[in-house]
């Protein structure tokens, strides 16, 4: 069932295996383990966007899609999930996510819509993974947990012609509150790199985990 995604949106992130769009402000932040990370700065927000080109040398592309849409499965690696699960929300199918943060500060939650699309493109297998805040959708807010309403993330994934993996993927959350924006985007630096690390340490088992850029 298509969602809020349209073919152009599937199409640019896949094209991104091939040519990365990176005019406008992108600046290669950091690379580690092969792996490139580049950010774009938000005047409005003051937090970077991000952008990940890099290879899982031992996690088969369709391996790494089946295990990015496991919210189960996602519960078991991730510590900190509090809650995670799909559910009709007055017509409207949505996931809803809820962070657990440490002591002083509150929870976030997330309400988000997202589609999978296994691609043939000129004989290319190319999966696609699109998911973006919905903050139309009817689940009310909870009481000390602070909802997270601009969230986007998008993954394009592709044999590298052996048993890895080519990855893209494009990344932005504000979690709002009274973090401060130097420590959003520092977490999100140290975040994206270890979860790559363990990606690759634990033989894809955990490959592409979704960052959170707000722990």
């Given amino acids: 069932m298509s969602l809020q995604f349209n073919d152009g949106d599937f199409e640019s992130a896949w094209k991104e295996l091939d040519e990365p769009q990176l005019d406008g402000g992108w600046e290669l932040f950091t690379e580690t383990m092969g792996v490139q990370i580049y950010r774009l700065y938000d005047k409005e927000t003051g937090l970077y966007e991000y952008k990940v080109f890099g290879v899982l040398s031992s996690c088969p592309a369709e391996l790494c899609a089946d295990v990015y849409m496991d919210l189960i499965y996602r519960k078991h690696w991730d510590g900190y999930v509090k809650e995670l699960y799909e559910k009709d929300f007055d017509g409207c199918a949505a996931i809803y996510w809820q962070v657990k943060y440490p002591f002083p500060l509150s929870n976030r939650d997330y309400v988000y819509v997202r589609e999978r699309r296994d691609l043939d493109v000129d004989g290319r297998r190319i999966w696609v993974i699109l998911a973006r805040s919905s903050p139309g959708t009817a689940c009310e807010e909870r009481s000390g947990v ?70």
């Fill in 146 to 215: 602070l909802r997270v309403k601009d969230y986007k993330q998008s993954v394009a994934l592709e044999s590298d012609a052996g048993s890895g993996t080519k990855v893209f993927m494009n990344y932005f959350d504000n979690p709002g509150g009274m973090i401060p924006t130097w420590l959003v985007n520092w977490a999100a630096k140290v975040s994206s790199a270890r979860q790559w690390a363990e990606s690759e340490q634990d033989d894809g088992c955990y490959c592409l985990k979704q960052s959170k850029c707000t722990k």
